[in-house]
């Protein structure tokens, strides 16, 4: 399991052998899904988003970007849900960047730790925000 000084491993204790490869799966499924650099996150940043039912299977499925609420649901949805290519496709670099600091406190830890993993510039635009 990969760590790092903003996510490191849980303590012994806390998870036996079993429950840490658990989480080490799990995170590898969504650093699988990873784009290679932000700069492929081109998705749209205005007007109404329709996700594909494999994305969004349970509750919105449609989503007005001008509405705050909706836009960061979008990406949380997206963030834990979309598969590889659908990242380029709904998200977009600039408006990660921009929601990223209150975003990362709505997703899980694990998508948090892999996505501030691969890119150190998630993390320090948060130190940045505060």
């Known amino acids: 399991m990969s760590c790092s000084p903003q996510h490191p491993a849980p303590a012994p204790r806390d998870l036996s052998g079993k429950d840490v490869e658990?989480?080490?799966?799990?995170?590898?499924k969504f650093r699988r899904r990873l784009p290679g650099s932000l700069d492929e996150l081109r998705g749209p940043t205005q007007g109404v988003v329709?996700?594909?039912l494999h994305v969004?299977?349970?509750?919105?499925?449609?989503y007005d970007?001008?509405?705050?609420?909706?836009?960061?649901?979008?990406?949380?949805?997206?963030?834990?849900?979309g598969l590889?290519?659908?990242l380029p496709r709904y998200l977009n670099q600039d408006m990660l960047l921009q929601l990223w600091p209150v975003l990362r406190t709505l997703?899980?830890?694990s998508v948090r730790a892999v996505w501030e993993d691969a890119f150190p510039q998630l993390a320090s635009h948060v130190r940045a925000a505060a």
């Open 22 to 28: 658990d989480l080490a799966l799990y995170r590898e």
């Open 50 to 52: 329709e996700l594909p």
């Open 56 to 62: 969004a299977w349970s509750g919105l499925t449609s």
């Open 65 to 81: 970007l001008g509405r705050p609420r909706q836009r960061m649901g979008l990406y949380r949805t997206v963030l834990h849900e």
């Open 84 to 86: 590889r290519d659908d």
């Open 107 to 109: 997703v899980g830890r």
